[in-house]
């Protein structure tokens, strides 16, 4: 039985290896991930005019500074949200005609004079050039627009008649076709840029698709919406890469309390959150998924989107689960034999029967109080139950004899705690019960036996102990006196308090009788 304990135990450190590789490789593919979001060329913030784009679903992508001067909306109002009829007519307001669309179609591009407006509703007349952005297999992949902001004045000059007398109009006319040269040239820079960004970002797919843990980049919010994610996003949640990208986030999860809780956790956070979430797949499996979400920020805090890692989870807590169960029933059965062994012990001494688990009872309250560890309170229990195992070897007429002992009887009855350790130092428990066994009757000030042990060469349990066996044994018939009491025990405590016993142990024992009320019985 101890050599399966130390087995599970072995396989649990092995577990633990394999979680810290598992998060160095999470680590790893967010930082790949993130450089492939990224690889992108950052030339619209170099153009003093208005340059913005859409996706293939009109969710808008890209917003330049000086779309924010022109038109009054901060990026963060603009990136990943829908075309709504209100920025339509006021800033694309020409994708509705027919002429536009069928030139966008026909030739890939339109340019004219536009007549937009800003955020506060005043008007603007710029000279627009749109733009199809292509995918690397010819598809139809957003659309690119540039404003160029024109002088009403000179908008109107430019529209009269050739034959008018205007000595400024023919220049007037030339500048306008060069102002249209320079955007049709913006706007061919800008093209090529999404189309190389692309290419770099289908050269490095195959590394991303590779990785067997789900990456995902999505819009804030509950409902919020995948916008890229790898091959193993489809693996694990059983929906195709169309599926997720038109379904929302939340959809995914077991608890949509759940994923709101989740939400508002990465909001209220620095930057990143990590936990486990129940997944329902499309074929209807339940699934657990360790989920790590970064929130990438605009320079104002709002968040942009999440960039996030998926694990499928599921086998490792199964095994896990059957591991811990094992344990416990392992534990269990040691817990059991413990008691055995006690209940052997005391069947010997029968004016002693229930003193060893009185005294376990006793000790565990005081260690709770004094806010012991659950694994050195648990273990101080088990060391209580058979603390005086070792009198089985003491004789009977020595155990219950009524009189006072004489001297080579009283270092035989000593012996027990050096006879109980021996017994207990070949189990290989997963606690210190021998050692704990071995002390219980040291004293702080170095009279105790067996070894005369001092201060803190005592460990927490044997002080513990100590006092709850003296408590204890005060408290209850002895073959050579009546029981004191409880009252009389404390005194005996109280009056050696920080000379035999333990000062913080006496006040925890103490405090447990008068203030919480304890009963031994």
Same mark, same amino acid.
């Given at each position: 039985?101890?050599?399966?304990?130390?087995?599970?135990?072995?396989?649990?450190?092995?577990?633990?290896?394999?979680?810290?590789?598992?998060?160095?490789?999470?680590?790893?593919?967010?930082?790949?991930?993130?450089?492939?979001?990224?690889?992108?060329?950052?030339?619209?913030?170099?153009?003093?005019?208005?340059?913005?784009?859409?996706?293939?679903?009109?969710?808008?992508?890209?917003?330049?500074?000086?779309?924010?001067?022109?038109?009054?909306?901060?990026?963060? #109002?603009?990136?990943?949200?829908?075309?709504?009829?209100?920025?339509?007519?006021?800033?694309?307001?020409?994708?509705?005609? #027919?002429?536009?669309?069928?030139?966008?179609? =026909?030739?890939?591009?339109?340019?004219?004079?536009?007549?937009?407006?800003?955020?506060?509703?005043?008007?603007?007349?710029?000279?627009?050039?749109?733009?199809?952005?292509?995918?690397?297999?010819?598809?139809?992949?957003?659309?690119?627009?540039?404003?160029?902001?024109?002088?009403?004045?000179?908008?109107?000059?430019?529209?009269?008649?050739?034959? &008018? =007398?205007?000595?400024?109009?023919?220049?007037?006319?030339?500048?306008?076709?060069?102002?249209?040269?320079?955007?049709?040239?913006?706007?061919?820079?800008?093209?090529?840029?999404?189309?190389?960004?692309?290419?770099? &970002?289908?050269?490095?797919?195959?590394?991303?698709?590779?990785?067997?843990?789900?990456?995902?980049?999505?819009?804030?919010?509950?409902?919020?919406?995948?916008?890229?994610?790898?091959?193993?996003?489809?693996?694990?949640?059983?929906?195709? $890469?169309?599926?997720?990208?038109?379904?929302?986030?939340?959809?995914?999860?077991?608890?949509?309390?759940?994923?709101?809780?989740?939400?508002? &956790?990465?909001?209220? =956070?620095?930057?990143?959150?990590?936990?486990?979430?129940?997944?329902?797949?499309?074929?209807?499996?339940?699934?657990?998924?360790?989920?790590?979400?970064?929130?990438?920020?605009?320079?104002?805090?709002?968040?942009?989107?999440?960039?996030?890692?998926?694990?499928?989870?599921?086998?490792?807590?199964?095994?896990?689960?059957?591991?811990?169960?094992?344990?416990?029933?392992?534990?269990?059965?040691?817990?059991?034999?413990?008691?055995?062994?006690?209940?052997?012990?005391?069947? $010997?001494?029968?004016? =002693?029967?229930?003193?060893?688990?009185?005294?376990?009872?006793?000790?565990? #309250?005081? +260690?709770?109080?004094?806010?012991?560890?659950?694994?050195?309170?648990?273990?101080?229990?088990?060391?209580?139950?058979?603390?005086?195992?070792?009198?089985?070897?003491?004789?009977?007429?020595?155990?219950?004899?009524?009189?006072?002992?004489?001297?080579?009887?009283?270092?035989?009855?000593?012996?027990?705690?050096?006879?109980?350790?021996?017994?207990?130092?070949?189990?290989?428990?997963?606690?210190?019960?021998?050692?704990?066994?071995?002390?219980?009757?040291?004293?702080?000030?170095?009279?105790?036996?067996?070894?005369?042990?001092?201060?803190?060469?005592?460990?927490?349990? +044997?002080?513990?102990?100590?006092?709850?066996?003296?408590?204890?044994?005060?408290?209850?018939?002895?073959?050579?006196?009546?029981?004191?009491?409880?009252?009389?025990?404390?005194?005996?405590?109280?009056?050696?308090?920080?000379?035999?016993?333990?000062?913080?142990?006496?006040?925890?024992?103490?405090?447990?009788?008068?203030?919480?009320?304890?009963?031994?019985?």
């Amino acid at each position: 039985m101890l050599n399966e304990i130390q087995t599970r135990e072995v396989e649990l450190e092995k577990q633990k290896v394999e979680l810290t590789h598992v998060q160095d490789e999470l680590q790893t593919a967010r930082n790949r991930f993130d450089e492939i979001i990224h690889s992108q060329f950052d030339v619209d913030n170099l153009s003093p005019d208005a340059i913005l784009s859409v996706d293939k679903n009109l969710n808008f992508v890209s917003w330049n500074k000086a779309a924010e001067a022109m038109f009054g909306w901060k990026a963060e #109002e603009i990136i990943g949200s829908l075309i709504t009829p209100q920025l339509h007519s006021k800033i694309l307001r020409a994708l509705s005609r #027919e002429e536009v669309l069928t030139s966008l179609a =026909t030739n890939g591009s339109w340019t004219g004079k536009e007549t937009s407006y800003r955020k506060d509703n005043s008007s603007l007349d710029t000279i627009l050039s749109l733009g199809v952005i292509w995918n690397t297999v010819g598809g139809f992949n957003g659309i690119v627009a540039i404003h160029h902001t024109i002088k009403k004045s000179f908008v109107k000059s430019t529209v009269q008649s050739d034959n &008018e =007398t205007n000595p400024k109009g023919m220049s007037n006319t030339e500048d306008l076709l060069e102002t249209n040269r320079i955007l049709q040239q913006e706007l061919e820079i800008h093209k090529q840029s999404a189309i190389l960004a692309k290419e770099s &970002e289908g050269k490095n797919r195959d590394l991303v698709d590779n990785i067997k843990l789900g990456i995902f980049r999505c819009t804030p919010g509950t409902r919020g919406k995948f916008l890229e994610i790898n091959k193993a996003m489809e693996e694990i949640t059983g929906y195709s $890469r169309e599926e997720l990208l038109h379904m929302e986030v939340c959809n995914l999860f077991n608890d949509e309390q759940g994923s709101e809780q989740f939400n508002n &956790e990465v909001n209220i =956070t620095d930057w990143k959150v990590t936990r486990e979430l129940g997944l329902k797949r499309n074929d209807g499996q339940a699934r657990t998924v360790a989920e790590t979400v970064v929130a990438i920020r605009f320079d104002s805090g709002a968040i942009q989107y999440f960039d996030g890692i998926l694990e499928d989870i599921t086998e490792r807590k199964q095994a896990q689960l059957q591991l811990q169960q094992s344990l416990q029933r392992l534990q269990k059965t040691i817990k059991e034999i413990i008691q055995a062994m006690a209940y052997i012990g005391e069947v $010997r001494d029968p004016y =002693t029967a229930g003193h060893q688990r009185r005294v376990a009872q006793l000790s565990f #309250e005081i +260690a709770k109080m004094m806010g012991l560890q659950d694994q050195e309170y648990e273990g101080l229990t088990m060391a209580a139950f058979v603390h005086d195992i070792g009198k089985i070897l003491v004789p009977a007429d020595i155990l219950s004899k009524p009189g006072k002992l004489t001297k080579p009887e009283f270092d035989m009855l000593k012996d027990h705690t050096r006879i109980g350790y021996e017994i207990l130092k070949t189990i290989e428990f997963p606690w210190p019960i021998a050692k704990i066994v071995l002390q219980h009757h040291e004293r702080m000030d170095g009279s105790g036996y067996p070894a005369g042990l001092m201060g803190n060469q005592i460990i927490i349990e +044997a002080k513990i102990l100590a006092v709850a066996d003296v408590v204890e044994a005060m408290s209850s018939h002895r073959p050579y006196r009546p029981a004191l009491g409880v009252d009389k025990a404390l005194e005996e405590i109280n009056q050696h308090r920080g000379t035999l016993y333990d000062t913080q142990v006496v006040d925890a024992c103490v405090k447990l009788f008068t203030d919480k009320g304890f009963n031994l019985n």
